[in-house]
């Protein structure tokens, strides 16, 4: 069986790279093909050395820091990918490539890595831009979401990563989808599990504005504790203008130096509403408890105050106010949120059971297409 993994871009090694290095891991002699491969030659160990097919995009100087300004092409560069030959075509989809080009005689299986082109549909409040901008991304959004409902339906079958993210891909587009929760490196992170915590909060993620470092950021002001920030992103020096002296800027950090500020921060912060979260988890599996904004997934991966064995503080609202209450809620009940049990739960979500699951789940379909039964998928209303 030939296999095509289809990757949306390849320009940094985040949480969507961990899932494709897994899925690669449980398909590895399937062909990759990705819009563009710009990341750097120090993230790009995971690959192997595998070749990576790309559109023409790739040929776009600069486009590495300026992809997401070329969205209104990316369809016509997903539909251009030819996956003549293949039996199986897996996309890793957080914007486009769900809406690949299939044959009826081949597998398509989409696992959805986030709420797909939710700026063009939710987020936007979060970017800066003036009102002729925003005129011009209205126009071109409109087009982009007329592709995206067609190209949400071009999967044989769609797996969304948590049960928030199906929620959300059944009432934007009445597709119904399966869940397997992504990889989580517990492995790593446990080896570094510490029950002894030093005074300092950390947080870790892109700086971008939907992780919403901004909220942590502002919220430290008037905490009189330490904050460590691990990552780079395009928010990077609007976000050093706005700290106070008391947050620290790590920066881009290796795995194990990440594994190793967690393991022993006093609680790891985190803001926005993410539709799975993997950091989270991964402090979790330190034994770091974690304070997290209860919107999207975070219900999921995150055991509140309000349940047995809790693991970190859930706070309602993406204000500075509600952080500020979460923090202070963590000092006078963090007694009650066990290392050990912190790392029980994330040892849940671990890479050996999302290869499993997914194996198991192409296996299923395969089996199912050869015993003669029907490809189509039967919408839910």
Not at 30 to 59: D, E, H, I, K
Not at 249 to 258: H, L
Not at 291 to 319: K, M, N, W
Request: proline residues 5%; aromatic residues 10%; positive net charge.
């Amino acid at each position: 069986m030939r296999v095509a993994i289809v990757h949306d871009w390849l320009v940094t090694y985040g949480g969507a790279e961990r899932v494709l290095e897994q899925m690669l891991a449980t398909f590895p002699d399937a062909q990759l093909f990705s819009l563009l491969y710009r990341m750097p030659p120090a993230q790009r160990g995971f690959l192997n050395g595998r070749q990576v097919r790309t559109s023409f995009l790739q040929r776009v100087p600069s486009i590495g820091r300026t992809y997401r300004r070329f969205l209104p092409l990316m369809p016509a560069a997903v539909e251009r990918f030819d996956f003549s030959g293949f039996d199986l075509v897996l996309s890793s989809s957080s914007a486009v490539v769900r809406g690949v080009l299939t044959t009826p005689d081949q597998l398509h299986i989409c696992y959805l890595q986030a709420r797909n082109l939710k700026y063009a549909y939710e987020d936007r409040a979060s970017y800066p831009g003036g009102q002729l901008r925003r005129l011009a991304e209205d126009l071109l959004l409109t087009r982009v979401r007329m592709w995206d409902s067609i190209a949400a339906r071009r999967p044989d079958r769609t797996i969304a990563n948590s049960r928030y993210v199906s929620a959300w891909h059944q009432h934007r587009h009445g597709v119904a989808s399966d869940v397997i929760y992504p990889p989580v490196d517990t492995e790593l992170f446990a080896r570094f599990y510490s029950e002894s915590k030093d005074s300092y909060f950390v947080t870790v993620g892109r700086l971008e504005p939907y992780k919403r470092m901004d909220l942590v950021i502002q919220a430290f002001r008037d905490i009189p504790a330490r904050l460590v920030v691990v990552g780079e992103g395009t928010q990077s020096g609007a976000l050093r203008a706005l700290a106070s002296s008391n947050v620290e800027f790590a920066g881009y950090c290796e795995p194990k130096r990440v594994a190793e500020i967690v393991s022993r921060a006093r609680a790891f912060v985190f803001a926005s509403r993410e539709d799975f979260g993997i950091a989270p988890l991964e402090a979790q599996a330190c034994g770091t408890p974690v304070l997290a904004y209860a919107g999207g997934a975070a219900r999921e991966t995150i055991r509140g105050l309000d349940v047995q064995e809790p693991t970190g503080v859930l706070f309602g609202q993406q204000t500075i106010e509600s952080l500020r209450h979460a923090v202070q809620e963590f000092e006078e009940c963090r007694t009650r949120i066990a290392p050990d049990a912190c790392r029980r739960n994330a040892q849940v979500f671990t890479p050996d059971r999302f290869r499993r699951e997914l194996r198991a789940y192409v296996e299923a379909e395969l089996e199912r297409r050869e015993g003669g039964e029907s490809a189509t998928r039967v919408l839910r209303a």
